[in-house]
T-cell receptor
Protein backbone atom coordinates (compact mmCIF):
# COMPACT_ATOMS: atom_id res chain seq x y z
CA UNK A 1 0.00 0.00 0.00
CA UNK A 2 1.37 3.44 -0.97
CA UNK A 3 2.42 5.66 1.91
CA UNK A 4 3.45 9.25 2.55
CA UNK A 5 7.17 9.38 3.29
CA UNK A 6 8.78 11.89 5.60
CA UNK A 7 12.36 12.48 6.66
CA UNK A 8 14.00 12.77 9.02
CA UNK A 9 11.86 11.01 11.62
CA UNK A 10 13.61 12.82 14.45
CA UNK A 11 15.57 16.07 14.53
CA UNK A 12 17.30 17.83 17.39
CA UNK A 13 18.56 21.33 16.72
CA UNK A 14 19.72 24.32 18.69
CA UNK A 15 17.68 27.51 18.70
CA UNK A 16 18.59 30.00 15.97
CA UNK A 17 19.68 27.17 13.66
CA UNK A 18 17.96 26.32 10.38
CA UNK A 19 16.08 23.05 9.98
CA UNK A 20 14.32 21.43 7.02
CA UNK A 21 11.82 18.61 6.66
CA UNK A 22 11.04 16.64 3.52
CA UNK A 23 7.82 14.98 2.40
CA UNK A 24 7.08 12.67 -0.52
CA UNK A 25 3.31 12.27 -1.01
CA UNK A 26 1.49 9.30 -2.47
CA UNK A 27 1.98 9.20 -6.24
CA UNK A 28 -0.79 11.01 -8.07
CA UNK A 29 -1.96 13.03 -5.10
CA UNK A 30 -2.35 16.64 -6.18
CA UNK A 31 -2.89 18.11 -2.72
CA UNK A 32 -0.22 18.23 -0.03
CA UNK A 33 -0.55 19.52 3.54
CA UNK A 34 1.91 20.39 6.28
CA UNK A 35 0.67 20.29 9.88
CA UNK A 36 2.26 21.05 13.23
CA UNK A 37 1.16 19.08 16.29
CA UNK A 38 2.13 20.22 19.75
CA UNK A 39 2.02 17.51 22.41
CA UNK A 40 -1.52 17.04 23.74
CA UNK A 41 -3.18 19.00 20.95
CA UNK A 42 -4.66 18.16 17.57
CA UNK A 43 -2.74 18.86 14.36
CA UNK A 44 -2.77 22.47 13.14
CA UNK A 45 -2.66 23.15 9.40
CA UNK A 46 0.35 25.25 8.38
CA UNK A 47 0.19 25.21 4.59
CA UNK A 48 -1.73 23.50 1.82
CA UNK A 49 -0.57 22.99 -1.79
CA UNK A 50 -2.60 22.15 -4.86
CA UNK A 51 0.06 20.85 -7.27
CA UNK A 52 2.84 23.45 -6.97
CA UNK A 53 0.60 26.33 -5.88
CA UNK A 54 -0.07 27.41 -2.31
CA UNK A 55 -3.81 27.23 -1.57
CA UNK A 56 -3.71 28.27 2.08
CA UNK A 57 -0.79 29.42 4.20
CA UNK A 58 -2.71 31.67 6.55
CA UNK A 59 -1.41 29.86 9.65
CA UNK A 60 2.21 29.66 8.51
CA UNK A 61 4.52 31.97 10.53
CA UNK A 62 6.07 33.49 7.44
CA UNK A 63 8.80 35.37 9.26
CA UNK A 64 10.57 32.10 9.96
CA UNK A 65 8.75 29.30 8.14
CA UNK A 66 8.79 28.61 4.41
CA UNK A 67 7.41 25.79 2.30
CA UNK A 68 7.82 24.83 -1.31
CA UNK A 69 6.63 22.18 -3.73
CA UNK A 70 8.54 23.17 -6.83
CA UNK A 71 7.54 20.40 -9.23
CA UNK A 72 4.21 19.63 -7.64
CA UNK A 73 5.44 16.37 -6.18
CA UNK A 74 7.63 16.34 -3.07
CA UNK A 75 7.80 19.23 -0.65
CA UNK A 76 10.15 20.86 1.85
CA UNK A 77 9.23 22.78 5.00
CA UNK A 78 11.96 25.01 6.44
CA UNK A 79 12.32 26.86 9.72
CA UNK A 80 14.97 29.57 10.04
CA UNK A 81 15.78 30.42 12.74
CA UNK A 82 14.31 27.73 14.97
CA UNK A 83 12.87 28.79 18.34
CA UNK A 84 12.20 26.75 21.47
CA UNK A 85 8.45 26.98 20.81
CA UNK A 86 8.86 25.21 17.48
CA UNK A 87 9.39 21.88 19.25
CA UNK A 88 6.57 19.72 17.93
CA UNK A 89 5.65 16.94 15.53
CA UNK A 90 5.52 18.07 11.91
CA UNK A 91 3.12 16.00 9.85
CA UNK A 92 2.75 15.83 6.09
CA UNK A 93 -0.40 14.56 4.41
CA UNK A 94 -1.62 14.16 0.85
CA UNK A 95 -4.93 13.64 -0.89
CA UNK A 96 -6.23 13.21 -4.42
CA UNK A 97 -7.97 16.56 -4.27
CA UNK A 98 -8.81 19.40 -1.95
CA UNK A 99 -10.03 18.46 1.53
CA UNK A 100 -13.32 20.26 1.09
CA UNK A 101 -14.06 17.94 -1.79
CA UNK A 102 -14.29 15.28 0.90
CA UNK A 103 -11.19 13.45 -0.29
CA UNK A 104 -9.53 11.60 2.56
CA UNK A 105 -6.07 12.63 3.67
CA UNK A 106 -3.22 10.18 4.09
CA UNK A 107 -0.68 11.13 6.73
CA UNK A 108 2.98 10.35 6.99
CA UNK A 109 4.69 9.23 10.22
CA UNK A 110 5.83 12.77 11.03
CA UNK A 111 9.10 14.42 12.02
CA UNK A 112 9.61 14.98 15.73
CA UNK A 113 11.52 18.27 16.18
CA UNK A 114 13.22 19.18 19.44
CA UNK A 115 14.74 22.65 19.73
CA UNK A 116 17.27 23.07 22.55
CA UNK B 1 -14.50 27.72 10.67
CA UNK B 2 -17.23 25.38 11.80
CA UNK B 3 -16.22 23.81 15.10
CA UNK B 4 -17.08 20.56 16.85
CA UNK B 5 -17.36 19.56 20.52
CA UNK B 6 -16.20 16.16 21.75
CA UNK B 7 -15.66 14.65 25.21
CA UNK B 8 -12.01 14.74 26.22
CA UNK B 9 -11.86 11.04 27.03
CA UNK B 10 -13.88 7.82 27.04
CA UNK B 11 -13.33 4.24 28.15
CA UNK B 12 -14.62 1.02 26.71
CA UNK B 13 -14.24 -2.65 27.50
CA UNK B 14 -12.60 -4.80 24.86
CA UNK B 15 -15.00 -6.48 22.42
CA UNK B 16 -17.86 -4.19 23.35
CA UNK B 17 -19.35 -1.46 21.11
CA UNK B 18 -18.17 2.11 21.51
CA UNK B 19 -20.21 5.19 20.70
CA UNK B 20 -18.13 8.36 20.30
CA UNK B 21 -20.29 11.50 20.22
CA UNK B 22 -19.66 14.78 18.42
CA UNK B 23 -21.72 17.96 18.61
CA UNK B 24 -21.67 20.40 15.70
CA UNK B 25 -24.59 22.74 16.29
CA UNK B 26 -23.35 25.36 13.78
CA UNK B 27 -23.06 22.90 10.89
CA UNK B 28 -24.12 24.24 7.51
CA UNK B 29 -26.08 22.33 4.92
CA UNK B 30 -23.04 21.49 2.81
CA UNK B 31 -20.58 20.60 5.59
CA UNK B 32 -19.22 17.06 5.42
CA UNK B 33 -18.62 15.28 8.74
CA UNK B 34 -15.24 13.54 8.83
CA UNK B 35 -13.71 11.29 11.46
CA UNK B 36 -10.00 10.62 11.80
CA UNK B 37 -8.11 8.80 14.51
CA UNK B 38 -4.54 9.00 15.70
CA UNK B 39 -2.87 6.01 17.28
CA UNK B 40 0.03 6.67 19.66
CA UNK B 41 3.18 7.87 17.90
CA UNK B 42 1.54 7.81 14.46
CA UNK B 43 0.00 10.30 12.06
CA UNK B 44 -3.81 10.53 11.91
CA UNK B 45 -5.70 8.08 9.72
CA UNK B 46 -9.03 8.45 8.00
CA UNK B 47 -11.93 6.55 9.53
CA UNK B 48 -15.15 7.59 7.81
CA UNK B 49 -17.12 10.56 6.51
CA UNK B 50 -20.70 11.43 5.66
CA UNK B 51 -23.06 14.23 4.71
CA UNK B 52 -26.62 13.35 5.69
CA UNK B 53 -27.17 9.60 5.66
CA UNK B 54 -25.64 7.05 8.00
CA UNK B 55 -22.50 5.46 6.61
CA UNK B 56 -20.77 2.13 7.16
CA UNK B 57 -17.33 0.91 6.22
CA UNK B 58 -14.98 -1.84 7.35
CA UNK B 59 -13.68 0.25 10.24
CA UNK B 60 -16.78 1.87 11.71
CA UNK B 61 -20.27 3.27 11.29
CA UNK B 62 -21.27 6.92 11.31
CA UNK B 63 -24.71 7.84 12.61
CA UNK B 64 -25.83 11.38 11.75
CA UNK B 65 -28.72 13.01 13.59
CA UNK B 66 -31.68 14.07 11.50
CA UNK B 67 -31.00 17.76 12.15
CA UNK B 68 -27.26 17.12 11.55
CA UNK B 69 -26.31 18.99 14.73
CA UNK B 70 -24.63 15.90 16.13
CA UNK B 71 -23.11 12.63 14.98
CA UNK B 72 -21.81 9.43 16.55
CA UNK B 73 -18.92 7.25 15.48
CA UNK B 74 -19.64 3.63 16.29
CA UNK B 75 -16.94 1.01 16.70
CA UNK B 76 -18.86 -2.25 16.76
CA UNK B 77 -16.35 -4.29 18.75
CA UNK B 78 -13.55 -2.36 20.37
CA UNK B 79 -10.11 -3.94 20.28
CA UNK B 80 -6.93 -2.84 22.00
CA UNK B 81 -5.76 -1.52 18.62
CA UNK B 82 -8.64 0.95 18.63
CA UNK B 83 -7.12 2.88 21.54
CA UNK B 84 -6.47 6.27 19.95
CA UNK B 85 -7.53 9.91 19.82
CA UNK B 86 -10.62 10.30 17.63
CA UNK B 87 -11.22 13.60 15.85
CA UNK B 88 -14.55 14.82 14.47
CA UNK B 89 -14.08 17.44 11.75
CA UNK B 90 -16.44 19.51 9.59
CA UNK B 91 -15.43 20.33 6.03
CA UNK B 92 -16.87 22.65 3.42
CA UNK B 93 -15.54 24.82 0.63
CA UNK B 94 -13.02 27.20 2.13
CA UNK B 95 -12.88 25.43 5.52
CA UNK B 96 -9.59 24.60 7.02
CA UNK B 97 -9.11 21.07 8.24
CA UNK B 98 -9.54 21.88 11.96
CA UNK B 99 -8.80 18.92 14.22
CA UNK B 100 -9.55 20.27 17.69
CA UNK B 101 -8.40 18.15 20.66
CA UNK B 102 -10.51 15.05 19.96
CA UNK B 103 -11.61 12.21 22.27
CA UNK B 104 -8.98 9.95 23.77
CA UNK B 105 -10.37 6.40 23.78
CA UNK B 106 -9.03 3.89 26.27
CA UNK B 107 -9.87 0.22 25.67
CA UNK B 108 -9.80 -1.92 28.79
CA UNK B 109 -8.82 -5.59 28.34
Amino acid sequence: EAEVAQSPRYKITEKSQAVAFWCDPISGHATLYWYRQILGQGPELLVQFQDESVVDDSQLPKDRFSAERLKGVDSTLKIQPAELGDSAMYLCASSLGLAWSSYEQYFGPGTRLTVT
Amino acid sequence: DAKTTQPNSMESNEEEPVHLPCNHSTISGTDYIHWYRQLPSQGPEYVIHGLTSNVNNRMASLAIAEDRKSSTLILHRATLRDAAVYYCILLNTGNQFYFGTGTSLTVIP
